[in-house]
């Protein structure tokens, strides 16, 4: 059984046991977290949410990403700005699918 949950503005399609990166989680390292913004569950699509349905997971590290440059340039005007970002990640390892 799959299900595709919603959080940090962006969708992902889970299983039991699959790990991945979500945007930074308040939440410690080997806590449980419920993301009950869950838009369907198998073959059963919901809207907004499907009714009653949640995916729990655990909390496995909380890292930040590889460095993105923004670089802009204007030409023949001298004009350059260098800008770098790392975005803070929380790896977490689904657990368990209800609804």
Do not use: C, W
Request: charged share 35%; hydrophobic share 35%.
């Amino acid at each position: 059984m799959f299900a595709v949950i919603k959080t940090g503005g962006k969708q992902y399609k889970v299983a039991k046991d699959d790990v991945i990166n979500v945007e930074k989680l308040e939440a410690d390292e080997g806590t449980s977290v419920t993301f009950d913004d869950v838009l369907m569950v198998g073959d059963r699509v919901g809207t907004p949410t499907v009714a009653g349905a949640s995916v729990s997971a655990t909390v496995e590290r909380t890292f930040r990403d590889k460095k993105v440059i923004v670089f802009k340039k204007q030409r023949r005007q001298n004009h350059r700005r260098k800008k770098g970002h790392r975005q803070t990640l929380t790896r977490v390892r689904i657990t368990d699918i209800t609804g």
